[in-house]
């Protein structure tokens, strides 16, 4: 049960990533289709997914997985796989099984993306969190299990009382061999790009740009030079955005166009991800300061693709990293950002590769989670934060 495909999201190589694994482990596997509201692959109302395509998009497949149930198509010994805990029409899966013998009713397995347990998603800016913890409740009720992306969204499943087993799959879905191959497998050399340091995550409050912006006055305050028409020269400070630069906070838009104006920051906007890889192999830096990004897809790309990487020593990014302090910068700490992207800019970090050879993994251990071989993941002990602090690779 995978997500509809954007242009601007991650989404559109979603399902290509998990076939060529099914495919490979051998898996029977049946994709269960959806039909699209429109075909602009756009995102016009929300900011994460557009709100009538996800919901349309997710009762439509749900419509066609309760007839393939109904045909007996699906049924015992089969897992169904839902790529998002969100899953409009859910309700449907509890009503039907209920009414059916045990002997006929599949495995529910749900991949957690962020939720009401994150204080800072999307559903909080929008006023949605007091209807979807009743919902999430209710999967929590019937799901045979529940996918974590890392030890801190497991912590947050666990105060919010779920009961559901839960698995740390400790990553995002993430196909390295296909990213990689979309820039015709070269790697840009590191001394060979430009002096580019750029910005990836959406241009919402809970991405923080206000930082970024504020880290880059710090940077060029600290090693800036200006040409004659008072232009920053040298160092490329930009954000790569897969549609038109949108925010949901106006302010961040009017700091942005005076930053455009003084020569401190270039858009780069309408990218699909062939323009956008372009651009991640001629850049040396991708910089994030997100509250919540979960893992963030981004690092994946970005160090599969020989950038450097700098994101904050928070929530889920220790374990990303793998501890590695070099790659990671205090948390608001505009002078320590701003000191080591400095010095990422010169030369390649020696770990860079290892993120992203771990997160081509994920797929493979959610296979293993799904076919019962994945124990070493779950997570329902009392002393499940001693997982915390481990370096997963």
């Not at 991405?207 to 490329?236: C, L, T, W």
Request: charged residues 25%.
């Amino acid at each position: 049960m995978g997500l509809e495909p954007y242009k601007a999201r991650y989404t559109l190589q979603l399902q290509e990533w998990n076939e060529r694994v099914f495919k490979q482990r051998g898996i029977n596997y049946v994709i269960v289709p959806g039909e699209t509201l429109s075909n602009d692959q756009a995102i016009v109302t929300g900011q994460v997914l557009d709100a009538h395509g996800r919901t349309y998009f997710g009762m439509s497949q749900l419509m066609n997985l309760v007839k393939m149930m109904k045909q007996g198509e699906v049924g015992a010994g089969d897992i169904v796989y839902f790529e998002d805990m969100f899953q409009p029409g859910i309700e449907s899966l509890p009503y039907i099984m209920k009414q059916i013998p045990i002997t006929s009713r599949p495995k529910i397995f749900v991949r957690c993306l962020a939720q009401s347990i994150d204080p800072d998603d999307f559903v909080h800016v929008w006023g949605m969190s007091e209807f979807m913890g009743h919902y999430e409740k209710m999967v929590d009720s019937f799901a045979d299990g529940v996918l974590a992306s890392n030890e801190e969204m497991v912590m947050h499943m666990k105060i919010a009382g779920w009961k559901a087993p839960v698995y740390n799959i400790s990553g995002l879905a993430f196909g390295k061999e296909e990213v990689c191959s979309r820039v015709g497998n070269v790697i840009k050399p590191f001394d060979e790009r430009k002096m580019r340091i750029a910005f990836s995550a959406r241009w919402d409050q809970e991405k923080q740009p206000d930082f970024y912006m504020d880290v880059i006055e710090e940077f060029f305050s600290r090693y800036g030079e200006k040409d004659r028409h008072g232009v920053y020269r040298d160092v490329e400070f930009c954000v790569f955005s897969g549609s038109k630069l949108k925010s949901n906070n106006d302010s961040y838009m009017q700091r942005t166009r005076d930053f455009q104006g003084r020569g401190l920051l270039k858009v780069y906007e309408d990218l699909d991800k062939n323009a956008y890889y372009d651009l991640l192999n001629d850049t040396r830096v991708l910089f994030n300061c997100a509250l919540q990004d979960w893992v963030s897809n981004t690092v994946s790309e970005a160090d599969a693709l020989g950038c450097n990487v700098l994101y904050p020593a928070y929530r889920s990014f220790p374990e990303t990293f793998a501890n590695d302090y070099t790659r990671m910068y205090a948390p608001w700490s505009v002078e320590d950002a701003a000191i080591k992207l400095y010095n990422m800019l010169h030369q390649p970090h020696m770990n860079q590769g290892k993120i992203s050879d771990w997160t081509d993994g994920t797929i493979d251990r959610i296979c293993d989670i799904l076919e019962g071989k994945g124990q070493q993941w779950l997570r329902m002990d009392r002393d499940y934060r001693k997982h915390t602090r481990e370096s997963k690779y």
